[in-house]
């Protein structure tokens, strides 16, 4: 099995910025590609930001020029560095793997909560 950790989150004012961890452990023989997703109240989850094994990165519009999603050296971890944060940033953010160990399966952190005050 993988496992997937978070950290970072936190209470902070608007116009803050945090910066979000991920660690992939367990069975990995390789991870194709990491993301960030976020779920506020009463909405559904959507995609953040996704980084490839090859370095590109995809991001959702409204986070296009605050966030930047980054791999770590060892490879299983990656980062979500969030600037000029707004209320509307508000949610649980959660990191999920794209990996190859028994089988190609995508894998879930448990959240880490981020709130934005005004």
């Known amino acids: 099995q993988v496992q997937l950790v978070e950290s970072g989150g936190d209470l902070v004012q608007a116009g803050g910025s945090l910066r979000l961890s991920c660690v992939a452990s367990?069975?990995?023989?390789?991870?194709?590609?990491m993301a960030w997703h976020r779920r506020a109240p009463g909405k559904e989850r959507e995609l953040v930001a996704r980084?490839?094994?090859?370095?590109?990165?995809n991001y959702e519009d409204s986070v296009k020029g605050r966030f930047t999603i980054s791999r770590g050296n060892a490879k299983n971890t990656v980062y979500l560095q969030m600037d000029s944060l707004k209320p509307e940033d508000t949610a649980v953010y959660y990191c999920?793997?794209?990996?190859?160990?028994?089988?190609?399966?995508?894998?879930w952190g448990q959240g880490t909560q981020v709130t934005v005050s005004s």
């Open positions: 999920n793997a794209d990996v190859l160990g028994t089988g190609r399966r995508n894998y």
């Open positions: 367990g069975s990995i023989f390789s991870i194709f590609s």
């Open positions: 980084i490839t094994s090859g370095g590109s990165t």
